[in-house]
């Protein structure tokens, strides 16, 4: 047998690389394909980076690895945020507090270099009855303090495969950095990061366990401006090692008479409103309304002006052609807000809120 020349292994040598390289870029197209989240990872890579472009980010972004792109695509523009301090009523104390704990430090930093305990918060929390403006006065504090906002959906940490959540859950602290300043927002914190048990499913006990790992890691660095912010209507069902990461805690509460006044006079502030609305005696008799609440009363008043319109369009309608004819001006044009129309609302809403039981049945009535 004759032994082979070196141009027969060299040629075999090319071969047997072509045909690897080949099967090794085959092989992954084909597990490419085979991912079922491949389109949400590419949707996903489109979405961060057009928002990064968006915000002028001059951060080094070029190395984002694939799970901090997917957390990427949930990042928000601060500017994109129509909600500031002035859309807030009746937490003026909340309020100044986080500009003083808060914005204050990320803002000005340069002025609180000489001293450790003058730096930001690593967490904050928002806790309080649902409805009351937890979410709005996030929102309010990434508009104002102008940082990066991620507003992390718990459903995004969740994975089928093994390993993935914690994957994911580091991402989010390794972007957060790499684009600090930036608070991390976690709505209804506590499904996300409520007490462990021993009936916890492994996956999820050790992403909890990932999570407040890595959030300790922003604790020991004092030069890292990452503030985690939470909000919750059940704070006694978080963790207590992740009430101890959250030493900054905001109790936002059922609006009393004055501040329902003070979000009232907000709500119709650009409304057309009618010389009879008492907007003390309303926010007299909405005891136990929360926040929202106000605004649904002030939105089922609205809308009563569009219901009396639709009713009369027939006789408007008839008597137009009358006016026109006696060279008068038709005005075909809502009427404003009336008492009537928020004494009504009223009634309707704490009619139902004490059907759903969520409102005590002695209130008070307006005549």
């Not at 968006?54 to 129509?82: F, G, T, W």
């Not at 309304?289 to 006789?315: P, T």
């Not at 009336?338 to 009619?351: F, P």
Request: glycine share 4%; charged share 25%; proline share 4%.
């Amino acid at each position: 047998m004759m032994n082979p020349t070196k141009s027969e292994i060299l040629n075999l040598v090319i071969r047997l690389a072509f045909v690897s390289v080949a099967t090794f870029w085959s092989a992954k197209w084909i597990i490419n394909q085979l991912d079922p989240t491949n389109k949400s990872k590419k949707k996903a890579k489109e979405t961060a980076m057009k928002q990064l472009k968006r915000m002028n980010c001059d951060k080094n972004l070029d190395n984002l690895n694939e799970y901090e792109i997917m957390i990427a695509s949930h990042i928000v523009n601060p500017q994109d945020i129509n909600v500031t301090w002035e859309d807030i009523a009746g937490f003026d104390d909340i309020v100044q507090d986080l500009r003083e704990t808060v914005i204050l430090p990320i803002q000005r930093k340069d002025l609180l270099t000489d001293s450790a305990l003058t730096t930001a918060p690593k967490g904050v929390l928002l806790h309080g009855p649902p409805g009351c403006g937890k979410t709005l006065i996030a929102k309010a504090t990434a508009h104002e303090a102008g940082t990066f906002f991620i507003n992390l959906d718990v459903s995004l940490l969740t994975d089928k495969w093994y390993g993935e959540s914690q994957k994911l859950a580091r991402a989010v602290f390794s972007l957060a950095v790499k684009l600090q300043p930036c608070i991390i927002f976690i709505d209804e914190i506590d499904s996300f990061l409520r007490a462990r048990t021993t009936s916890d499913h492994e996956a999820t006990a050790m992403m909890k366990a990932q999570f407040m790992s890595l959030w300790d890691g922003l604790i020991t660095d004092p030069n890292c401006t990452v503030i985690v912010m939470g909000a919750t209507n059940r704070p006694q069902d978080l963790d207590k090692a992740i009430l101890r990461r959250m030493p900054s805690t905001f109790y936002v509460s059922m609006p009393h008479i004055v501040q329902r006044k003070q979000i009232l006079s907000l709500i119709l502030d650009n409304e057309p409103v009618a010389d009879d609305v008492d907007i003390d005696a309303i926010a007299k008799s909405s005891e136990g309304f929360s926040g929202s609440d106000l605004r649904e009363l002030c939105r089922s008043a609205a809308v009563f002006r569009l219901r009396d319109y639709l009713r009369q369009k027939i006789s408007t309608n008839i008597n137009r052609s009358r006016n026109n004819s006696e060279g008068e001006v038709f005005h075909d044009a809502l009427r404003p807000i009336t008492m009537d129309d928020l004494k009504y609302a009223l009634n309707k809403m704490r009619q139902s809120k004490i059907e759903c039981g969520t409102l005590a049945a002695s209130r008070i009535e307006l005549d």
